[in-house]
Nanobody, 122 residues
């Protein structure tokens, strides 16, 4: 299984970025696909998750109303649209796949992609 994250970069506060996570190696119909972020010296923090089959979405409190998670069946890809970015959103963002419904817990994810850096300047 491979998860390939991309789309990070440098953006000014108030701007937008879209992260992508291309998944391969198995079918993910029974999986939750999640995004986490990690600040320097901190544990990874839950950002958002989507239930691959039904499309139900879940968000961390700090990103509700600003970030949107979605998936494209044909491309086997999950997206994280990030709007109204703030300097405090600066972090390394990771995508992950797991079968547990405890989607906010990083320990419940079986597969992880490499991180992609998001930097928001003030």
């Amino acid at each position: 299984v491979q998860l390939q994250a991309s789309g990070g970069g440098l953006v000014q506060a108030g701007g937008s970025l879209r992260l992508s996570c291309a998944a391969s190696g198995r079918t993910f119909s029974r999986y939750f696909m999640g995004w986490f972020r990690q600040f320097p010296g901190k544990e990874r923090e839950f950002v958002a998750a989507i239930r691959w089959s039904e499309g139900g979405t879940y968000y961390g409190d700090s990103v509700k109303g600003r970030f949107t998670i979605s998936r494209d069946y044909a491309k086997n890809t999950v997206y994280l649209q990030m709007n109204s970015l703030k300097p405090e959103d600066t972090a390394v963002y990771f995508c992950a796949a797991g079968r547990s419904s405890n989607y906010a817990s990083r320990s419940q994810y079986d597969y992880w992609g490499q991180g992609t850096q998001v930097t928001v300047s003030s």
